[in-house]
């Protein structure tokens, strides 16, 4: 992704890109924008055909995203 102000990488039920979508789950803040990183999901987290955005706080904006399989 592009660097940006208040990056915050969420996961989203379902194909959607809003990251500001009620029950988004917000997994912490993007760490950087290159290389691999990890976040911690909540034990309770049922993984499904679920969307990982990058969301902008700031902005009410999709930096990117990536479906999960």
Avoid: E, M
């Amino acid at each position: 992704t592009s660097p940006g102000p208040d990056l915050r990488v969420r996961v989203v039920r379902g194909a959607g890109t809003d990251g500001g979508a009620d029950g988004a789950l917000d997994v912490g803040a993007l760490k950087g924008n290159r290389g691999d990183q990890q976040y911690a999901l909540p034990r309770d987290y049922r993984p499904g055909r679920d969307t990982v955005v990058i969301w902008c706080r700031a902005f009410s904006a999709s930096f990117g995203s990536a479906q999960l399989a």
